[in-house]
Structure formats: C-alpha cells, structure tokens
C-alpha cells in the first residue's frame, strides 16, 4: 500500500521559514519524481517545485530563490524548504510521487496547510 504523508506545515508571519517533509512508504522511491504542488483556496492546484531521481530540480518562476525541494533516497523523504514566506504563500502543500513510466504509479499525499500571516 502506497502512503505518502506531509508534515511540517502551520502558521508563520511574513519574511518567516518553514520546512515541509514528505514521507513515503510502499514504492521503490529513489526512481521517482518527486514534486510538491499548492492550492490556496479558490485556486488551481500549482506545481511549486520538482526533483528528479537524478537530483535535478525545477521551480515555479513564484518561488524561485526562495524555496528549495530536496530528497533522502536512505530515508524515502523529500523535503520543502520555505524562506521569506509571502501572504500568497499561503495553501495547502502537498507531495506527489510519480513514476518515471506514464501509467505506472502516480501517487499523492493529503497535504499540510501553511498560513502566512502577521
């Protein structure tokens, strides 16, 4: 049974940092992308930032240079490290694990909330 589990969300004023962790359990994890994605109320689901197996990653062009998404193959978790948190910041973060085949594993978590807000 594949899980993927968010944590590390909450409120933070802005200017602040948060630190998102995904864990995942039941898939091979060091072969899969791994990508967290937002939804802030009223929203379309956004892609915040992708990590490959490789180690290559991608950002959205909102949270370049202030965000950064890394991985632990020797722990199955994926990482989302938030500075200088804005108000548009706020949503529901979750993590997405896909595999590198199309059709052969697409797998979300449940998503943490973080608030920025003073």
């Known amino acids: 049974q594949v899980q993927l589990v968010e944590s590390g969300g909450g409120l933070v004023q802005p200017g602040g940092s948060l630190r998102l962790s995904c864990t995942a359990s039941?898939?091979?994890?060091?072969?899969?992308?791994m990508e967290w994605y937002r939804q802030a109320p009223g929203n379309q689901r956004e892609l915040v930032a992708t990590i490959r197996s490789g180690g290559s990653t991608n950002y959205a062009d909102s949270v370049k240079g202030r965000f950064t998404i890394s991985r632990d193959n020797a722990k199955n978790m994926v990482y989302l490290q938030m500075n200088s948190l804005k108000p548009e910041d706020t949503a529901v973060y979750s993590c997405?694990?896909?595999?590198?085949?199309?059709?052969?594993?697409?797998?979300w978590g449940k998503g943490t909330l973080v608030t920025v807000s003073s």
């Open positions: 997405n694990a896909r595999h590198p085949v199309a059709g052969l594993g697409d797998y």
């Open positions: 039941g898939i091979q994890f060091s072969i899969y992308t």
